[in-house]
C-alpha cells in the first residue's frame, strides 16, 4: 500500500483497498487560541507585582512532545558521505542520500527511539511536483533559456524534514514617560506646551505552533522561505504517513532549540507592546520585563519534495513545500540576459532623464 496525496489514505493499486490512517491510528485532535489582557488604565503604574493578574502564574516550561517507535516498524540508513541520517518504514528502502546523492547503508532499526509527534502529510505527488517545478523554470526572466525547459531533473525525492512546533506564552510589563508637545501662538508669542504621562502597559501573549528547523542539513533560510504550512491538516503522526518518503531524523532536540524560539517571540512580545503606546510625541521606556514560557513543543514533519536538476554539469537543488507547491531556490543566472536588462534600463533611464532636463531647461 502507498500514501495517495489525493485522498490522504493509504491506497492498494492491486485490489483497490484504501485505509483511513488516522482510524488506524486512533487520531486525536489539537487546537488553541491566542489571547491577551492588557491594562489600559496608564495612571497605575507602581504597586502591582509581575506575578499577578494572570490566568496562569506558572513560569516553568512545559515538556516537548514526541512519540518512540516500536518493534522493526522503522529503519534508518547513514550516509558516509555527508553525515545525513534518514528515516523509513520497514517497507521502504533508501538507497541514496536526499542530499548529497551518495549511496546510504542501512542501520539499526528504531525501536525505542524518538519519534514525531505530529505530521503534516504530502498534499501534492510526485507527478504534480515534477510538473509544477518545470512550469516554475519557465517563469525565469533572468535564466538561461535551455535551463527553462525543465527536462534536466536528475531525481526528486519527497523528504520529511524535523520541526519543532512550539506554543509560547509571552508576559510583559512596560512603564513608560511619554509626552504630548503642543505650539500655538498668542500675540507675538510662540508658546510650547508639553504634557508629561505616566504610561503603564501589561501582556499575557499566547503565540501557537512556532515553527523551528530542527536539521543541520537544511538551511533555515531555505526552510524559512517554504512557510507558511496550512496546521489545519495537521495530523497525529503514524507510521504509514512515511510510506514511500523519507524522512530526516532530527539533529536538535526541543529543549536545544528552545532559547533561539523564546529570543523571536521576545522580539513579538516587545513590538506588540510598543504598538499599544501611540498618540504620543515622545516615548522613553522606563522599565520593561519579559518573560517567556514554554506550554507546549511538538516533534513534527513536515513535506518537502527536493529536486536535483542537472544543468551544465552542475547539480542545482531546489526545493518545494510539498502541502503548497512554493518553491525556493537559486536558478542560474544567463550572462546574456542580465546584460540586457541592465543595460535596457540603463538606457530607459538615460532617455527620461533627458526628457526631463530638456522640460525643465525649457521652462
Given at each position: 500500500?502507498?500514501?495517495?496525496?489525493?485522498?490522504?489514505?493509504?491506497?492498494?493499486?492491486?485490489?483497490?483497498?484504501?485505509?483511513?490512517?488516522?482510524?488506524?491510528?486512533?487520531?486525536?485532535?489539537?487546537?488553541?487560541?491566542?489571547?491577551?489582557?492588557?491594562?489600559?488604565?496608564?495612571?497605575?503604574?507602581?504597586?502591582?507585582a509581575f506575578e499577578r493578574d494572570y490566568e496562569d502564574t506558572s513560569t516553568e516550561d512545559e515538556p516537548g512532545s514526541h512519540n518512540t517507535f516500536e518493534g522493526d516498524e522503522a529503519h534508518q540508513y547513514h550516509c558516509n558521505n555527508c553525515g545525513a541520517v534518514l528515516i523509513t518504514d520497514s517497507q521502504t528502502t533508501a538507497t541514496t542520500c536526499s542530499f548529497c546523492g551518495a549511496g546510504v547503508a542501512l542501520g539499526d532499526r528504531l525501536s525505542g527511539s524518538l519519534a514525531p509527534a505530529k505530521v503534516i502529510p504530502f498534499s501534492i505527488s510526485k507527478e504534480q511536483a515534477q510538473a509544477a517545478f518545470v512550469k516554475w523554470c519557465r517563469k525565469g526572466l533572468l535564466t538561461p533559456k535551455d535551463f527553462m525547459t525543465g527536462d534536466r531533473i536528475k531525481n526528486i525525492t519527497g523528504l520529511y524534514v524535523p520541526f519543532w512546533l512550539y506554543d509560547i506564552n509571552g508576559r510583559g510589563e512596560a512603564e513608560a514617560i511619554c509626552t504630548r508637545v503642543r505650539t500655538y501662538t498668542r500675540g507675538d508669542w510662540i508658546y510650547t506646551q508639553t504634557k508629561y504621562y505616566a504610561v503603564y502597559r501589561k501582556v499575557d501573549l499566547n503565540y501557537l505552533r512556532i515553527p523551528v528547523d530542527a536539521s543541520k542539513k537544511m538551511d533555515d533560510a531555505l526552510m524559512d522561505k517554504l512557510e507558511?504550512?496550512?496546521?489545519?491538516?495537521?495530523?497525529?503522526?503514524?507510521?504509514?504517513?512515511?510510506?514511500?518518503?523519507?524522512?530526516?531524523?532530527?539533529?536538535?532536540?526541543?529543549?536545544?532549540?528552545?532559547?533561539?524560539?523564546?529570543?523571536?517571540?521576545?522580539?513579538?512580545?516587545?513590538s506588540y507592546i510598543r504598538s499599544t503606546i501611540t498618540g504620543y510625541s515622545t516615548v522613553?521606556?522606563?522599565?520593561?520585563?519579559?518573560?517567556?514560557?514554554?506550554?507546549?513543543?511538538?516533534?513534527?514533519?513536515?513535506?518537502?519534495?527536493?529536486?536535483?536538476?542537472?544543468?551544465?554539469?552542475?547539480?542545482?537543488?531546489?526545493?518545494?513545500?510539498?502541502?503548497?507547491?512554493?518553491?525556493?531556490?537559486?536558478?542560474?543566472?544567463?550572462?546574456?540576459?542580465?546584460?540586457?536588462?541592465?543595460?535596457?534600463?540603463?538606457?530607459?533611464?538615460f532617455i527620461v532623464l533627458r526628457v526631463l532636463t530638456a522640460v525643465l531647461g525649457g521652462a
Open positions: 500500500m502507498a500514501f495517495n496525496t489525493e485522498s490522504g489514505m493509504l491506497h492498494c493499486d492491486s485490489c483497490g483497498r484504501s485505509d483511513d490512517i488516522e482510524k488506524m491510528a486512533g487520531g486525536r485532535t489539537s487546537g488553541g487560541e491566542v489571547t491577551f489582557d492588557m491594562d489600559g488604565e496608564d495612571e497605575r503604574i507602581a504597586g502591582e507558511p504550512y496550512d496546521y489545519n491538516n495537521l495530523k497525529d503522526f503514524n507510521i504509514p504517513y512515511l510510506v514511500g518518503y523519507i524522512a530526516e531524523k532530527y539533529d536538535f532536540d526541543g529543549n536545544q532549540l528552545l532559547p533561539r524560539v523564546k529570543d523571536r517571540v521576545a522580539s513579538y512580545v516587545d522613553s521606556i522606563q522599565r520593561k520585563d519579559i518573560n517567556l514560557r514554554q506550554k507546549k513543543a511538538d516533534y513534527t514533519l513536515m513535506p518537502v519534495w527536493m529536486v536535483c536538476y542537472d544543468y551544465k554539469k552542475a547539480e542545482h537543488n531546489f526545493a518545494m513545500n510539498g502541502q503548497t507547491g512554493k518553491i525556493v531556490g537559486k536558478p542560474p543566472l544567463s550572462p546574456g540576459k542580465v546584460a540586457s536588462w541592465f543595460f535596457g534600463i540603463s538606457g530607459i533611464s
